[in-house]
């Protein structure tokens, strides 16, 4: 009786101990193993040793700012490139799509069927300086013989909103298919314009989805290395870069660290005083949604 | 308190027994007019007209049902009216004026919706001020008004709440008051109480009902609860499969039925279809057994010819049980009891004819409690022949 009761109380704990420990062993230890990693000083061959050096960080911060701010200025305009295109598509679907719509979401995410890195490879072939679309043109003299693309800032930017623009798409879209078509209707009777039911009842409605959108578009962006690294040159060279290139090619494991957690903690930051800012219940009611 | 219609002589009482979908009577204003209104959807031989060829006529002032089961064309038509629908043919006037194309922003009639659709980001307040605003009415003024409207509906103290801390008889008010704020011409209703539970909707009907009184202003409704049609109209509608079966009067509609589906639709019904066996001027007299009578007046205008068929509907609270012929003019039937259930108020019982037809009879019990007969009595069924009704059949 009294073991039952026991088992009872506990089973709920018990149901959630497989997810726990996934956490912990695959989240939290790596984080504080690289926290630890991060403040210590040696080279591969002898062994690294704790020594709380934090100028690990300072260092990093002095060597790579120019990575750091160009990160987040990419990762923004990729942002809002990303809305700019995204939130006209979730609305066509959601309010045009009609009975095509879950046929227009799978085409949305049909390319996500080919390897990331595959399609980011295939815009660096389609986007070469005599590639399928430059030789044409150039051939007819519509672009300079000396025009690029590839290893421009253009292209990085392009590459990053190119693939984050379903992460945009799908939380608009979901925001946008919840409002009931007579609210939009009761707008209208309410004697709004067309534009003013946009502005007053449709975009305030649909704004949880672009919250939504944004943290799952500009965090990834901003912390992105392949684009960079196939599309851009030596002058877009992005932080994940940075930190790839210390890490595999340098070996300097605690700068490496110290750049992820610099990065981490310059993106957290970020993200509350968005959420703070622009509302956390709205950010928080699409998180559940 | 809020007087926005034009002053009207009597919204309420009018004259009874006109004919149903006639001209308008010349002392009262006609606020909505439909002329061969029809909506079909879907395009070559597989289109649906969801609204068939419907003329009627809605009084300025008057609370106004449409009415009907679910498909019969009565959302269509409210929505036709509100502009969210486009007919495919015919006109329909708002005070005159023909408002085909002319999108909802631009018309003079506002809609509660089924779901009430409440802007979710708004306060109360700014739901309820959303048309004065659209409208670019001073702060001041708005600020008045919205209170006005919010002691009306009973939410005084509500305007900050959002729409979800709201209960569903709140929200309710809050739809209502969002579209009576702006002192349209004419509010259209689109089965507003129909998420409501019962004892709530019986409070929301006659609040409606006051409120409407109150203000002045044309209610059209539409609902396929014939009991809340009946009793808060002031004439309505009956509509099946896109045409109108008949308007009137709640008691018009009950009394005297025009079509078989009005008469089954409305209240509970003895439908019967029987052989004419003479015609008596414009009375038919049906074929009865020995000593039974069974006589039908006006039946000529529906086509009854001795030898016929007709249609005929009584209603059930009409006909008394004895145990003798009733004898004289009225009409007298044989029958068997098949059931008796004790009401309270009254007894309902199942009565079978010898021809086989079960017909239903209520007694009310107003002087004793004794049952009026036992199961499987022989009882002789009697009745006024002004209660005999002949109905066009489908």
């Known amino acids: ?289 | 308190m809020i007087t926005s219609a034009p002053e009207q002589a009597n919204p309420v009482g009018h004259s009874a027994g006109g004919p149903p979908a006639g001209p308008t009577p010349p002392e009262t204003a006609t606020a909505i007019e439909l002329v061969r209104i029809t909506k079909r959807f879907g395009t070559g031989s597989r289109a649906v007209a969801a609204v068939d060829d419907v003329n009627l006529v809605i009084r300025e002032g008057e609370f106004f049902s449409l009415l009907g089961p679910s498909g019969c064309g009565k959302t269509t038509t409210l929505r036709m009216i509100g502009g969210f629908e486009q007919p495919t043919g015919g006109e329909i006037l708002l005070h005159g004026k023909d408002v085909v194309g002319t999108p909802p922003n631009k018309r003079d009639v506002n809609m509660v919706f089924q779901s009430y659709a409440l802007f979710p980001h708004m306060s109360v307040f700014e739901n309820v001020a959303f048309g004065l605003r659209r409208k670019a009415v001073a702060g001041s003024e708005v600020k008045r008004r919205v209170g006005e409207m919010l002691e009306l509906v009973q939410l005084q103290g509500k305007d900050r709440r959002r729409p979800s801390q709201l209960s569903g008889g709140q929200q309710q008010r809050v739809a209502l008051a969002r579209a009576l704020i702006n002192r349209p011409r004419a509010l259209l209703l689109d089965e507003p109480l129909a998420a409501l539970d019962l004892k709530l909707r019986q409070t929301m009907q006659i609040e409606l009902k006051s409120i409407q009184r109150e203000v002045g202003i044309t209610f059209v409704f539409v609902t396929h609860d014939q009991n809340e049609a009946l009793t808060m109209s002031d004439r309505l509608v009956v509509m099946n499969e896109g045409h109108i079966e008949q308007v009137g009067s709640p008691r018009e509609m009950y009394e005297r039925p025009r079509t078989r589906f009005v008469a089954g639709f409305i209240g509970t019904s003895n439908l019967m279809t029987r052989s004419i066996a003479s015609m008596d001027g414009t009375t038919a007299i049906l074929e009865c057994g020995a000593g039974e009578r069974f006589v039908v007046r006006d039946a000529a205008a529906l086509g009854a010819v001795p030898g016929g068929k007709i249609d005929v509907t009584v209603r059930p609270e009409k006909i008394t049980l004895g145990t003798e012929p009733a004898g004289g003019e009225m009409c007298s039937l044989r029958a068997t009891v098949t059931n008796v259930v004790y009401m309270g108020a009254w007894t309902q019982y199942a009565v079978r004819l010898a021809d086989g037809a079960e017909l239903t009879v209520f007694i009310q019990n107003a002087t004793n409690s004794e049952d009026a007969a036992e199961r499987g009595a022989e009882v002789w069924l009697g009745w006024d022949p002004a209660h005999s009704l002949a109905v066009a059949p489908q």
């Not at chain 1, 591969?44 to 020594?51: E, N, P, R, Y």
């Not at chain 1, 300097?252 to 990065?263: K, V």
């Open chain 1, 1 to 289: 009786m009294v073991r039952r009761k026991l088992m009872g109380r506990l089973a709920p704990y018990l149901l959630v101990l497989p997810g726990w420990l996934w956490l912990v062993i695959f989240f939290v230890i790596p984080v504080i193993a690289m926290l630890s990693l991060s403040t210590q000083t040696g080279d591969l061959i002898d062994g690294f040793t704790q020594t709380f050096h934090w100028q690990n960080y300072l260092d990093g911060w002095n060597e790579y700012h120019v990575e750091f701010i160009r990160s987040v200025i990419y990762g923004a305009i990729a942002t809002i490139l990303c809305i700019v295109i995204g939130y006209p598509v979730a609305y066509w679907i959601a309010f045009r799509g009609g009975h095509r719509k879950s046929s227009l979401l799978f085409l949305l995410l049909l390319p996500f069927f080919v390897s990331f890195v595959i399609r980011v490879v295939s815009w660096q072939f389609m986007l070469a300086d005599n590639g399928i679309i430059l030789e044409p043109l150039k051939a007819i003299h519509l672009l300079p013989a000396d025009f690029h693309i590839l290893a421009t800032a253009t292209a990085v930017v392009g590459g990053l909103t190119y693939n984050f623009v379903p992460f945009m798409i799908l939380p608009i879209y979901v925001a946008l298919e919840r409002i009931h078509p007579e609210v939009m209707e009761a707008a209208g009777d309410l004697y709004a314009t067309r534009r003013a039911a946009f502005r007053r009842v449709v975009l305030p409605l649909s704004m949880p989805g672009v919250f939504a959108g944004v943290l799952l578009t500009f965090v990834p962006a901003a912390a992105d290395y392949v684009n960079a690294s196939i599309l851009g040159g030596t002058d877009q060279t992005m932080i994940g870069n940075v930190i790839e290139t210390e890490y595999f090619t340098n070996t300097n494991y605690p700068m490496a660290s110290a750049l992820s957690f610099i990065l981490m903690a310059a993106l957290l930051i970020g993200v509350f005083i968005y959420a703070k800012v622009l509302g956390t219940r709205e950010v928080l009611d699409m998180a559940v949604a």
